[in-house]
């Protein structure tokens, strides 16, 4: 698979087992003149793997280790890799590789971003979240106290490895958390991948190879061609990938960081979008019907959490894409397809997030 972005365009290699030769499978990383690793600590193995198999290919390689959970992605964690990359006498060939999921992700990608005005990228995903989102596209960022990624930078990747054995160590909620971003592409994307998954969730949940490697590769897929056309967010094409991210920032933020999974709070939001849609008339109440019980039968929560909606409207209100505090909001149209819809009213909001009696 491969993102189009000209002279900037990388592949996302899939397969399995190959996370000790990385080099052979990805010549970019050839250039390079250096390697640091960050590495999440429960995937600590799968790090030391990549670094030993980076120095047998003759790459001078550091790691550094990362606790795990949302709260790393902050300024001090940010602070602490920048203190490790200049001991490390990184240079502007020195690559970047973050070996875990989406928070090893986007506080390496800004890191990578940010020091000596940017430096190469390499992400090696570890959870299923990051391997079908985040690790391609190259958003980057952090958080802070007045929102989820407030502080942030494109930084598109030199490539993308997915190895799947490593999937085999993630825990079955951080494995669920992973599917709402695939239900995800399915909704805004492509209809008859939203019916295959209407169909292969039991599979998904056993984490059946061939049902796997199927839905990672095609959000993979449609991932690759949205950011290709749509890098930056300029024509509002990519923005639709944020369905159901503003309800779930909301949640994440109010809740506190880590309380909810970020594909936790993504389903939740997707469920709220869907309603809100279904309350303007935009789609079947079959379809959100469908959308919930997908969700259901993937082991994902379909309600709001039990939280103050004006705390939530407040957070939501200094999402990024609204515009002087009103707020706009993807919204599904149909199976398949979804649009972002411009002073969605707070009433309307408020409706969606009381949770059903």
């Known amino acids: 698979m ?23 499978t990805a010549p970019s990383l050839a250039k390079a003149s250096s390697a640091f690793i960050l590495c999440d600590e429960k995937v600590e193995r799968a790090g030391l793997v990549v670094k030993a198999g980076l120095e047998k290919a003759g790459l001078r390689a550091g790691i550094f280790l990362l606790p795990s959970g949302e709260g790393q992605k902050c300024l001090e964690s940010a602070s602490r890799l920048y203190d490790q990359l200049a001991q490390f006498h990184a240079d502007r060939k020195t690559v970047v590789i973050p070996v875990g999921g989406g928070v090893t992700g986007d506080l390496g990608g800004f890191a990578a971003a940010t020091f000596n005005r940017g430096i190469p990228l390499f992400m090696v995903p570890t959870t299923l979240l990051a391997m079908v989102d985040s690790s391609v596209g190259g958003k980057t960022g952090i958080n802070h106290p007045m929102g989820k990624n407030l502080i942030g930078a494109f930084h598109q990747p030199a490539g993308v490895a997915i190895d799947m054995e490593v999937l085999s160590t993630l825990g079955e909620r951080e494995y669920r958390s992973g599917l709402a971003e695939v239900v995800k592409y399915g909704m805004i994307l492509d209809a008859p991948f939203f019916e295959f ?32 056309q749509d890098e930056r967010e300029e024509t509002g094409l990519r923005a639709i990938l944020n369905l159901g991210h ?8 109010v809740l506190g960081y880590g309380a909810w999974l970020h594909g936790e709070a993504v389903a939740s939001g997707m469920v709220c979008a869907t309603r809100l849609a279904f ?16 969700l ?24 990024k894409k609204s515009v002087q ?16 819809f411009d002073c969605v009213s707070e009433a309307e909001v408020r409706k969606v997030l009381a949770p059903d009696p």
């Open 2 to 24: 491969r993102v189009e972005l000209g002279p900037r365009g990388y592949d996302i290699n899939l397969g399995a087992g190959f996370l000790d030769s990385l080099v052979s």
């Open 197 to 228: 998954l209407e169909t292969a969730a039991p599979a998904l949940l056993q984490r059946k190879p061939l049902e796997l490697a199927r839905v990672i590769r095609r959000s993979c897929e449609l991932k690759a061609l949205v950011v290709s």
């Open 246 to 253: 503003t309800f779930a920032h909301a949640f994440e933020t």
């Open 279 to 294: 309350l303007r008339g935009l789609i079947e109440e079959k379809y959100l019907l469908r959308a919930v019980s997908l």
């Open 296 to 319: 259901k039968a993937l082991q994902l929560p379909v309600d709001p959490p039990s939280a103050s909606a004006e705390k939530l409207l407040a957070v939501m209100r200094s999402d």
């Open 325 to 340: 505090g009103r707020l706009r909001l993807i919204l599904p149209v149909k199976p398949g397809e979804a649009a972002l």
